[in-house]
Structure formats: C-alpha cells, structure tokens
Nanobody, 115 residues
Framework: VQLQASGGGLVQAGGSLRLSCAIF????????MNWYRQAPGKERELVAT???????IYSDSVKGRFTISMTDIKNRAYLQMDSLKAEDTAVYYC??????????WGQGTLVTVSS
C-alpha cells in the first residue's frame, strides 16, 4: 500500500480545509484508516480513525470539528477539518494498518492556521 497526502495549506482560524489521501496498491487489505498530526516540538498524535467496520473515533481535541471518511473503493480518504484553531497547526499524516497489522504512512501535508 502506498499513500499520498495532499490538501494542506494556510487558513485563518475558524476556516476549513479538506485533506486528501490517495491510496495505491492492495486497497482491499486495509483495515483501519487513520489521520495523525505532529505539531512543532510535539509528539505525533492520532486525531481520527475509520475502522474496518465503519466506526469513527476522534481525539477529544478535534471531536465535533473534524470528519474522517473514505471512498467505497478505498482509493481515497479524507479529513474534513472545520472551525480550525491555531493549535491545529501541524503536519498531518495519513496512515493505514492492513489485515496483517502492517503499517503504511503518507508523506505528510502541512496545515497552518493563523490566529
């Protein structure tokens, strides 16, 4: 599986962005789809998960503002980010875990929220 994240940029606080993750390779082997982020000087943080069963899980810091989704054919995943805050500034990474518990990462896309 190969992942390619895009959609980051500069946005004002209160605005919205939609991140996209193109998925290539053995898409049918994907179990969980995740979005992580890493802010400067901080550890990487899991912000959203879409499980193989279709459940969504969000960190408390983004709950109610971010929405994770994926196309039915699993060729693209999204992270819709609304009501953005300065503290959402980070590099965002898409990640998948396949049915054999192998992990794959996208290259990251930078989101900068100006206050």
């Amino acid at each position: 599986v190969q992942l390619q994240a895009s959609g980051g940029g500069l946005v004002q606080a209160g605005g919205s962005l939609r991140l996209s993750c193109a998925i290539f390779g053995s898409r049918n082997s994907i179990d969980d789809m995740n979005w992580y982020r890493q802010a400067p000087g901080k550890e990487r943080e899991l912000v959203a998960t879409l499980t193989s069963g279709g459940s969504t899980i969000y960190s408390d810091s983004v709950k109610g503002r971010f929405t994770i989704s994926m196309t039915d054919i699993k060729n693209r995943a999204y992270l819709q980010m609304d009501s953005l805050k300065a503290e959402d500034t980070a590099v965002y990474y898409c990640h998948v875990q396949d049915r054999w518990s192998r992990h794959y990462w996208g290259q990251g896309t930078l989101v900068t929220v100006s206050s």
